[in-house]
């Protein structure tokens, strides 16, 4: 009688267990996932990635594009003016703006005499609460403008002369 033909399937079969065996030797689990079959020793520390492609968490990327272009004070500056209600409280925030931000000066200015004053007292307050919000050494001192006085100018055609002579702010 005839000898059947060999399967193809039997080829890949016998290929499959020999891969297994191999791969058992080696150590490594065949069917499990990718990196299962090496497992660390209790208390060995995980193995660092030295290679560059491999993804980072997007805040240490952000991180290190701000410091490696020079951007740490914009930064600080943004933070304290975008965090001003949060660090002054909502009701301060209403009456005194954020004017100017130069070196680690901040200058503000009321909206009227009475909060002017009010914001002086609680000057020392204030730059404890930016050092806890944005770091220490960012804003070292708070320069705090009174509303300027009243605009005398009225309408296009006023001539360009020194006004009334009173004193304001």
Known sequence: PPADPPD??????????RARRSARRRGLRPGAPAGAGRRRAVGEAPRESR???DPHLVGAEI???VSTRGWDS???VGAVVGRWPAIVGEQVAANVEVVAFEGSVLTVRALSTAWATQMRLLTSTVLGR???EVGVGVVTEIVVRSPGGPSWRKGPLSSGGRGPRDTYG
């Open 63 to 65: 991180d290190r594009l």
């Open 51 to 53: 290679d560059d492609r």
């Open 8 to 17: 193809p399937l039997d080829a890949a079969h016998d290929a499959l267990a």
């Open 74 to 76: 914009d930064v600080q």
């Open 130 to 132: 930016i050092e806890a």
